[in-house]
């Protein structure tokens, strides 16, 4: 059974910052591209961060260069988002997926980040 569970959600005030794990279970996870989305209240989800299979090549939303980090770890099947000088338009869910073409796409529950003082 396919599982991504996201950890590390929480409340932070501006300027500080907060890592997200995501553990992944019942796939072969080092074969898969792993991406974070986020989605705010009455927005769409957003594409944050993408990392591929090995770790070779990482991508950011413009909105988050420079201040977010995505990573993974193979040996332990989990990818981590470290998030510095979080903002308050940052507040959001915070989703794990996991992408392999040409048609396997698995999705995490999902952690709540709330910048906020």
């Not at 929480?10 to 792993?34: D, E, I």
Request: glycine share 12%.
């Amino acid at each position: 059974q396919v599982q991504l569970v996201e950890s590390g959600g929480g409340l932070v005030q501006p300027g500080g910052s907060l890592r997200l794990s995501c553990a992944a279970s019942g796939f072969t996870f080092s074969s898969y591209g792993m991406n974070w989305y986020r989605q705010a209240p009455g927005k769409e989800r957003e594409l944050v961060a993408t990392i591929t299979s090995i770790g070779g090549y990482t991508n950011y939303a413009d909105s988050v260069k420079g201040r977010f980090t995505i990573s993974r770890d193979n040996a332990k099947n989990t990818v981590y988002l470290q998030m510095n000088n979080l903002k308050s338009e940052d507040t959001a869910v915070y989703y794990c997926n996991a992408r392999r073409a040409p048609a396997s796409n698995y999705w995490g529950q999902g952690t709540q980040v709330t910048v906020s003082s």
